[in-house]
Nanobody, 112 residues
Framework: QVQLVESGGGLVQAGGSLRLSCAASGTIFRINTMGWYRQAPGKQRGLVASITSGGTTNYADSVKGRFTISRDKNTVYLQMNSLKPDDTAVYYC????????WGQGTQVTVSS
């Protein structure tokens, strides 16, 4: 079992920044890739960014150049800059490790 605990969401004005964190615990030796998904009201959950244990990153086109994913062992971070109202969503930490594990979600709201 893997547990993912997120922190760092909140309310910010457009153009502002937020940093999300996600700490993994449990059978962490099975974790290679970690990342973030998001889900806005009425929309499907979609990948925002991911990072492997070797540091290879992948970003959704909509966040390239604005968001940066990083990792320190089994804690993953998402630095979000130049936030837009369209970034408003619940953000979920994600780790495929045998099964797919999800965090509890953290709300990010960007006001215009």
């Amino acid at each position: 079992q893997v547990q993912l605990v997120e922190s760092g969401g909140g309310l910010v004005q457009a153009g502002g920044s937020l940093r999300l964190s996600c700490a993994a615990s449990g059978t962490i030796f099975r974790i290679n890739t970690m990342g973030w998904y998001r889900q806005a009201p009425g929309k499907q959950r979609g990948l925002v960014a991911s990072i492997t244990s070797g540091g290879t990153t992948n970003y959704a086109d909509s966040v390239k150049g604005r968001f940066t994913i990083s990792r320190d062992k089994n804690t993953v971070y998402l630095q979000m800059n130049s936030l837009k109202p369209d970034d408003t969503a619940v953000y979920y930490c994600w780790a495929p490790a045998g099964s797919i594990y999800w965090g509890q979600g953290t709300q990010v709201t960007v006001s215009s």
